[in-house]
């Protein structure tokens, strides 16, 4: 989460808090300065109060959808590099290993240490049967293990049998990720502009202020009108408008 973001939004509530409760201390009749002082009080524990619940919320929400899509976005590199390519970037990442448990290539998308002979099945199809089939034919003494995008769940059941361990894309993931090994660009990441849906930029958080000040004038207005209920009514629709969108509208 952006500081400048964070502190926006605190800003932000402590005026639409300030201005909604100035109008109401003024509409009970409070005197100028008890309303002053009082509104700011009232803004100042909503901004605090704001602050620790978005600080939290935004931190989760924003750091699982960028993990979430730089997932997806290295997991779709795996699939579209070559044999080869897929080969060397899994050797050099248990290359990191001690000596004697080092990676050597042992053919086209399969690695060997001193306990583990790897298997490496990246694709869009999820590993079938005859995939597994096709890995246990080969016969060795050493841990097998299946590192692969997915696997259909008979196939899974069927290397649990056989004693094959399994990796999924998340699980690669997560160890690709733990050793700080991602790749620094990705195959297939194409950066386009998309055209936004119109509801999209009507509930953009850049709208929350036109909202804010829209209201704050009706609400303003209400302390000028003989018939202050209208100004009062719309005026907090508005405000609550504001909020809504700045708290849950769109980048």
Aim: aromatic content about 14%.
């Amino acid at each position: 989460m952006k500081r400048s973001a964070f502190i926006s939004d605190l800003i932000f509530t402590f005026f639409l808090t300030s201005v909604f409760t100035l109008t109401l201390f003024r509409y009970e009749r409070i005197s100028l300065g008890v309303s002053v002082i009082l509104c700011v009080l009232c803004g100042a524990l909503a901004a605090c109060a704001v602050g620790l619940l978005l600080q939290s919320k935004r931190k989760r929400f924003f750091l699982k959808r960028s993990d979430e899509a730089q997932k997806q976005k290295f997991l779709l590199h795996l699939v579209l590099l070559s044999d080869e390519k897929k080969t060397e970037f899994f050797k050099k990442l248990f290359s990191e290993q001690p000596p004697e448990l080092s990676a050597q290539r042992f053919g086209k998308l399969r690695l060997v240490t001193k306990t583990n002979f790897y298997f490496l099945k990246f694709c869009f199809q999820p590993v079938t049967l005859d995939d597994v089939a096709a890995i246990t034919r080969l016969k060795t003494g050493k841990q097998k293990t299946l590192l692969c995008l997915q696997i259909d769940e008979a196939a899974y059941d069927l290397c649990k049998r056989l004693d094959v361990d399994v990796m999924t894309g998340d699980e690669v993931y997560r160890l690709v990720k733990g050793k700080n090994a991602l790749p620094d660009s990705y195959l297939g990441d194409v950066q386009g502009k998309k055209r936004k849906p119109k509801f999209r930029l009507w509930l953009a958080k850049r709208n929350g202020r036109r909202f804010l000040s829209g209201g704050a004038l009706i609400l303003l207005t209400a302390l000028f009108s003989p018939f202050p209920y209208y100004y009062l009514v719309f005026g907090s629709a508005l405000l609550i408008i504001a909020a809504f969108v700045r708290i849950f509208g769109y980048e």
